[in-house]
Nanobody
Framework: QVQLVESGGGLVQAGGSLRLSCTAS????????MGWYRQAPGKQRELVAS??????TNYADSVKGRFTISSDNVFTVLLQMASLKPEDTAVYYC?????????WGRGTQVTVSS
């Protein structure tokens, strides 16, 4: 059974950078896509970035040019975040989509101060 663990969240000043890491407990060879979602208090969970097994990436308009997603295609998916803004503050969740189901991490808090 796949378990996802996120790390790298924390407090950072606006304009700073942060890298989130999601590691799977076992290799995920058959994934369709890996991604990062975020949810701020009182808001819906939204897709931030995703990457397919073929390496195709997709980003929310709000993070284009600032965030970069990458994966080793087996264990880890990373989200490099730069030029962070206060509106990026949220709990960030790792997601892995497989033919059978989606897997989710428990989330890691990112707080960007003004």
């Amino acid at each position: 059974q796949v378990q996802l663990v996120e790390s790298g969240g924390g407090l950072v000043q606006a304009g700073g950078s942060l890298r989130l890491s999601c590691t799977a407990s076992i290799s995920v060879f058959n994934f369709n896509a890996m991604g990062w979602y975020r949810q701020a208090p009182g808001k819906q969970r939204e897709l931030v970035a995703s990457i397919t097994s073929g390496g195709s990436t997709n980003y929310a308009d709000s993070v284009k040019g600032r965030f970069t997603i990458s994966s080793d295609n087996v264990f880890t998916v990373l989200l490099q975040m730069a030029s962070l803004k206060p509106e990026d503050t949220a709990v960030y969740y790792c997601n892995v989509r497989t033919p059978g189901r989606d897997y989710w991490g428990r989330g890691t808090q990112v707080t960007v101060s003004s």
